[in-house]
T-cell receptor
Framework: GDSVTQMEGPVTLSEEAFLTINCTYT??????LFWYVQYPGEGLQLLLK?????DKGSNKGFEATYRKETTSFHLEKGSVQVSDSAVYFC?????????????FGKGTKLSVIP | DAGVTQSPTHLIKTRGQQVTLRCSPK?????VSWYQQALGQGPQFIFQ???????QRGNFPDRFSGHQFPNYSSELNVNALLLGDSALYLC??????????????FGPGTRLTVT
């Protein structure tokens, strides 16, 4: 079945450091890929998405590129801020035939210290 | 414009009891999905409702059931509660059911504790 593997957390970075959170997936066909963020006490928010190979999703300074050859969708940000502290989830969905079921990784907790 | 709302925020139940969780989708959305998020884990898909019918179901037992109302709101029911049902239950809504990529908007969740 479909699965998503993320790097284990927690990750602690100093403000303005470079961030990478690795994500790889297993799925048949060509899934769409997502990064969601969950701030303390809140629901999940879509951060960015990519729907086909070589697409780059970007939002709020975060980027991720859909790499079909390595089945990866790593999240990056050039300079993190304290406000980026949250849990980040990589997810995939297969589309078609009215389906939009999300399969999530376990999440990576990011803490950014001043 | 209200986003996805869920009630109650927190709930404590005893093993063997039954529970009902409620969700109102974002305005204009017609599809509702439910997810279970255990502590320290990613959300797991329970089922999805569109046009008042269950359209897809994840790997959850029949103790988990749901309903969607004509106004698109939804309920999740869990019977014969087990300790392992303790989790954050997330509702997500989206618009359309045509196989395309539709952003799902998540509510804040209901924290269920089974003792």
């Amino acid at each position: 079945g479909d699965s998503v593997t993320q790097m284990e957390g927690p990750v602690t970075l100093s403000e303005e450091a470079f961030l990478t959170i690795n994500c790889t997936y297993t799925a048949t066909g060509y899934p769409s890929l997502f990064w969601y963020v969950q701030y303390p006490g809140e629901g999940l928010q879509l951060l960015l998405k990519a729907t086909k190979a070589d697409d780059k999703g970007s939002n709020k300074g975060f980027e991720a590129t859909y790499r079909k050859e390595t089945t990866s969708f790593h999240l990056e940000k050039g300079s993190v801020q304290v406000s980026d502290s949250a849990v980040y989830f990589c997810a995939l969905s297969r589309t078609g035939a009215g389906s939009y079921q999300l399969t999530f990784g376990k999440g990576t907790k990011l803490s950014v210290i001043p | 414009d209200a986003g996805v709302t869920q009630s109650p925020t927190h709930l404590i139940k005893t093993r063997g009891q039954q529970v009902t969780l409620r969700c109102s989708p974002k305005s204009g959305h017609d599809t509702v999905s439910w997810y279970q998020q255990a502590l320290g884990q990613g959300p797991q898909f329970i089922f999805q409702y569109y046009e008042e019918e269950e359209r897809q179901r994840g790997n959850f037992p029949d103790r988990f059931s749901g309903h969607q109302f004509p106004n698109y709101s939804s309920e999740l029911n869990v019977n014969a509660l087990l300790l392992g049902d303790s989790a954050l239950y997330l509702c997500a809504s989206s618009f359309g059911f045509d196989g395309g990529v539709h952003e799902q908007y998540f509510g804040p969740g209901t924290r269920l504790t089974v003792t």
